[in-house]
């Protein structure tokens, strides 16, 4: 837990403001939470908990999201983040960098079950502001560090002027007596500048799973921007029916012929945590990215892509780096997923598609 701080004549100094009105007022006088210090002399690391402000969800399914914003004078680069949760009390947790929140309110529900709630509805981000996800958390997964020299530009010198913790509240049982939460993530930053900066690219799916069956959701999309990528780490997301996800590199030869290299594959039912890559080569313009997800609808019913534990999810978080220029201006990539959407679809450009069953796909 973090203790709470008084203001010091370090106040400007620190990586983030808390917003706290419906007037956007930063607050100046209710202290800052702070793990450790920060010497900007130095170029040391500080560390910055972005908490839930004690709440006690009321409604299963919910997903709340509350806001901070970034100190507006200064440039930081994220450099790690430390859940601070367990899978008993969350199903997940969204870390947002926006131009604007999506509203001014300290928390509001911003998943898609408002009808049942009395919290104000809004995304996380505002609706023509900014959006992308730097950071995700799910099933007790552990620190994430970035590579030396890597960071998330946020700040003075960046379109990210607020975060977002969005955290979806699967359960509510243990909220009844009227407990509180504070799941968040601690910050790790540094104000010194770096060259090398973090990106985060979401592949995901939507789409419907027939009764009794195993489906194959798949996603791909084509880098047209003219920019270098070091791929680094790579996370996966699926809800209880989720099998195995994988993403891939897919380059055409000299021949013409697309060669499929992978990236990433994991049981998406283990600590859904960001690990290494498995190929570290550069993705340039011109090379598609490409995941599936592997989903075995073992219900009486067809299961659809929504946002609880009655749907099922398909996601592939894939995290890179720049080191000349800004990250991709391409935050998503998104198909309609089964049954409109496969990889062997004439219109996807495709082709040399590993063989499905004699695979590890």
């Known amino acids: 837990m973090a203790r709470k701080m008084g203001i010091s004549a370090a106040l400007w100094y620190i990586l983030l403001v808390n917003l706290i009105s419906v007037y956007g007022l930063v607050d ?11 010497d ?15 709440v006690s969800p009321k409604t ?10 970034v100190d507006p004078t200064t440039t930081y680069y994220i450099v790690g983040f430390n859940p601070n949760a367990t899978m008993n009390t969350a199903h997940h947790m969204l870390l947002y960098g926006c131009g604007e929140p999506g509203t001014t309110k300290s928390t509001w ?15 996380p981000c505002g609706p023509r502001s900014h959006s992308q ?20 530009k946020v700040g003075k010198d960046s379109p990210t002027k607020y975060l977002v913790l969005q955290v979806h509240y699967a359960h509510i049982d243990r909220f009844k007596d009227g407990s509180t939460d504070d799941s968040g993530v601690f910050l790790d930053y540094t104000e010194k500048p770096l060259q090398k900066l973090a990106g985060t690219l979401l592949l995901g799916t939507d789409g419907i ?22 791929p680094f780490a790579y996370r996966v997301h699926t809800h209880e029916m989720g099998k195995v ?36 080569e550069p993705i340039l313009s011109g090379d598609q990215l490409a995941i599936r997800c592997t989903i075995k609808n073992t219900r009486h019913r067809i299961t659809k892509i929504g ?38 679809n004439p219109d996807t450009g495709l082709h040399n598609i590993p063989n499905i069953e004699a695979s590890t796909l």
């Open 209 to 230: 799973i027939p009764a009794q069956q195993t489906e194959h959701m798949e996603s791909a999309c084509e880098i047209t921007e003219n920019k270098v990528l070091i």
């Open 40 to 54: 900007s002399a130095t170029g040391s690391t500080g560390s910055f908990p972005f908490l839930m402000p004690m």
């Open 307 to 344: 946002p609880t534990n009655e749907d099922e999810m398909c996601n592939f978080y894939l995290m890179y780096y720049v080191e000349h220029g800004d990250t991709l201006d391409m935050k998503y990539c998104f198909s309609q997923g089964p049954p409109y959407f496969y990889w062997s």
């Open 109 to 123: 529900n911003c998943g898609e079950m408002a009808q049942a709630t009395a919290e104000e509805k809004a995304s």
């Open 28 to 38: 100046q006088g209710q202290g800052m939470y702070r793990k450790n210090s920060y």
């Open 60 to 69: 299963p399914d919910l997903y709340l999201c509350t806001p901070i914003k």
């Open 133 to 152: 996800i730097l950071y995700a958390w799910a099933r007790d997964a552990q620190k994430v560090i970035l590579p030396a020299g890597v960071g998330f």
């Open 245 to 280: 996800v994988a993403g891939y590199r897919v380059r055409s030869n000299s021949e013409g012929i697309q060669e499929w290299v992978q990236l990433g594959k994991r049981d998406p039912l283990t600590p859904q945590m960001f690990y290494n890559v498995t190929n570290t």
